[in-house]
């Protein structure tokens, strides 16, 4: 009876102890080796309609699989894209929000006297996802069915035509901005809370066209409501490659659009890698690239390095242009 009793006392001393010591090494244990354990948040700066935010939902779908928790799109316009950026800039850096970063997340330091975060400073770099060229695009009933057309009737009518962008900064406004500097003509710039509020007022006809992103122009090119008139790469793009360059009229001419994921600084080095591998993945999914390719864009999937490396050669470029042509947004 006693030493039933004493194997008892062990027994339950034993028991004791493992959970005592399961206890220690989860106070211990890092916090990415649960990552992820809840949904994650994917910030887009843009409204929802355009092209970083059906870029952003395709994204989306194949993050969750490889992550294996809901990947949720939030959009957050307005500001250039620095509203979305703040809440991403502002958050814990435990991978569970990430900012779609594009063309704007790399001229925004040049073009605002004054940022609520530090570019620099306020972001780690996940990956570069695609790149690829703006399409110039009027309505289908337009009567500009050219490069020279638009040219033409801007010199004979400076400031008249007018064009929108998805927000000032943006791809689709600095891609018009170097378009007067190098075929000499002067066009009125239309910003907009997103590329969706933009192509609504295009295809209204309240503006007369747009230096649109590929992702946003796409279907309504195949749906016909509107007419590609030129591609910004300084060569033709293969998705379309009946489309010329803008550069075959204006010389020197070449723009073009990225999407890539960052993280709050300070997010783990392991953290980083886990999002890099379901970027990589995602952008991999048979469905994702043929939307991707479609749109005229060139998937990418670097490393976080490349990415870095990438953006700060764009802010060196773009830093330029915004102070060659005193561009501000405040």
Request: proline share 7%.
């Amino acid at each position: 009876m006693l030493m039933e009793i004493n194997m008892l006392f062990f027994q339950s001393f034993a028991v004791r102890c493992c959970i005592g010591l399961l206890s220690v090494l989860a106070l211990f244990s890092p916090a990415w080796a649960g990552y992820p354990d809840h949904p994650v948040r994917l910030v887009v700066p843009f409204a929802p309609g355009g092209g970083t935010d059906a870029i952003a939902r395709a994204l989306s779908v194949g993050m969750t699989q490889a992550l294996g928790q809901p990947v949720i799109v939030d959009n957050k316009p307005g500001a250039g894209t620095i509203i979305g950026s703040d809440t991403v800039a502002k958050s814990a850096p435990d991978g569970y929000t990430l900012v779609v970063a594009t063309f704007a997340h790399a001229v925004n330091p040049s073009l605002m006297s004054k940022l609520p975060f530090d570019t620099a400073k306020a972001f780690a770099p996940v990956i570069l996802l695609a790149r690829g060229p703006n399409v110039l695009v009027v309505r289908s009933d337009s009567p500009y069915k050219s490069v020279h057309d638009i040219i033409e009737a801007a010199q004979s009518h400076p400031g008249k035509l007018t064009y929108a962008s998805q927000g000032i900064g943006t791809s689709a406004h600095l891609a018009g901005e170097m378009f007067d500097n190098l075929a000499h003509v002067r066009l009125t710039h239309v910003p907009y809370r997103g590329a969706g509020p933009a192509m609504v007022d295009l295809l209204g006809g309240q503006v007369d066209m747009m230096f649109a992103t590929a992702a946003a122009a796409a279907p309504q090119i195949a749906a016909g409501k509107l007419r590609p008139l030129a591609v910004t790469s300084a060569e033709r793009s293969p998705a379309l490659n009946n489309v010329p360059a803008v550069a075959e009229t204006v010389p020197d001419y070449a723009v073009e659009s990225w999407y890539g994921l960052f993280s709050p600084a300070g997010t783990s080095e392991e953290i980083i890698t886990k999002l890099n591998a379901a970027g990589k993945r995602a952008t991999q999914i048979p469905e994702f690239r043929k939307k991707i390719e479609q749109e005229g864009l060139a998937i990418v999937a670097s490393t976080p390095e490349e990415l870095d490396a990438y953006v700060k050669r764009e802010e060196v470029r773009w830093g330029k242009v915004v102070k060659e042509n005193n561009i501000k947004a405040d």
